[in-house]
């Protein structure tokens, strides 16, 4: 199984600054990650796919990259309805998903 | 614009069956360019994938090896539905339990969701 692992666990940070959110794979996954919000009380939201396409109707703050092993969410300027918990997903072998990074209020 | 309703018991008993439902509109559960996938949701557990059904002319399933032993899926072409069966839970399968669509083509992931059914496994 592949594990995906998220850095940092929370990320505490204000309106209007830039968020840099991380996720590991434990072997290469090329570029076939995705990213995911999710609010409380609310389904995943898919974000970006292919490691960096953003999905139908996602702002232009939020942009992915990275191949491989090593892959990037950056959301440039953060508004109040970005602050939530961020998820990446690989599916080269079945679907596995990180633990997820929380962005919030600082 | 695609639209998934889940339903089904939000208290299941420890050894009994898990039960839900997902109900599709705007799409179609016998499309050839989707799989249709039960996804859960656990402190404990984070987000695990659990399994899906799709129709390539004929019906397949894939199962999550951590599952496979107590999972069924199914899809009710009639009711334009696919259901969720777990067989012999524990309070360890207490989870927010989520179907979502994954098509074959872009974006190739899981791109709409239904809105989450919390079951809690308890006497």
């Known amino acids: 199984e592949i594990v995906l692992t998220q850095s940092p666990a929370t990320l505490s940070l204000s309106p209007g600054e830039r968020a840099t959110l991380s996720c590991r794979a434990s072997?290469?996954?090329?570029?076939?990650l995705a990213w995911y919000q999710q609010k409380p009380g609310q389904a995943p939201r898919l974000l970006i796919y292919d490691a960096s396409n953003r999905a139908t109707g996602i702002p232009a703050r939020f942009s992915g990259s990275g191949s491989g092993t090593d892959f990037t969410l950056t959301i440039s300027s953060l508004e109040p309805e970005d602050f939530a918990v961020y998820y990446c997903?690989?599916?080269?072998?079945?679907?596995?998903f990180g633990q997820g990074t929380k962005v919030e209020i600082k | 614009q695609v639209l998934l309703q889940q339903s089904g018991p939000g208290l299941v008993k420890p050894s009994q069956t898990l039960s839900l439902t997902c109900s599709i509109s705007g799409d179609s559960v016998s499309s050839n360019t989707a799989a249709w996938n039960w996804v859960r949701q656990s402190p404990s557990r984070g987000l695990e994938w659990l399994g899906r059904t799709y129709y390539r002319s004929k019906w397949y399933n894939d199962y999550a090896v951590s599952v496979k032993s107590r999972i069924t899926i199914n899809a009710d072409t009639s009711k334009n539905q696919f259901s969720l069966q777990l067989n012999s839970v524990t309070p360890d399968d207490t989870a927010v339990y989520y179907c979502?669509?994954?098509?074959?083509?872009?974006?190739?992931?899981?791109?709409?969701w239904g809105q989450g059914s919390l079951v809690t496994v308890s006497s």
């Open positions: 997903q690989q599916r080269t072998t079945w679907w596995t």
């Open positions: 979502a669509r994954k098509p074959i083509s872009a974006p190739n992931f899981f791109d709409y």
């Open positions: 072997q290469s996954v090329s570029s076939q």
